[in-house]
């Protein structure tokens, strides 16, 4: 069993982009299967540079703020309630569009 507190954890930058923050609840060995998960928040603006896994799969789920997400070429709009899968060696970017931070929980699925 693993409990943890948002507002307990650490900021810690994200990968594709530095500047942006993510907490990380869960990370690669906490359980089967998942590599991480987290929660980010993206401030108006701010891009995480198009990337690919060819290792493991993402679930985005938006929670507050607007932007979008471009996955091979194909642009979609995200606002809270929005859910996206990206499959392994699919390439995307994920912007904040809006005028107010974009807050995003996701997570990886080894594959």
Known sequence: MKIVTLSELPDEPVS???????????????LPHITNFSQ???APG???????HPDMAEVFLVLSGSGVITIDGTTCPLEPGTCVAVQPNERHELSNTGAAPLALTYFGVAV
């Open 40 to 42: 980010a928040v993206f």
């Open 16 to 30: 594709h982009n530095p500047e942006i923050k993510k907490k990380v609840m869960l990370r690669q060995g906490d």
């Open 46 to 52: 701010q891009t995480a540079v198009p990337h690919s």
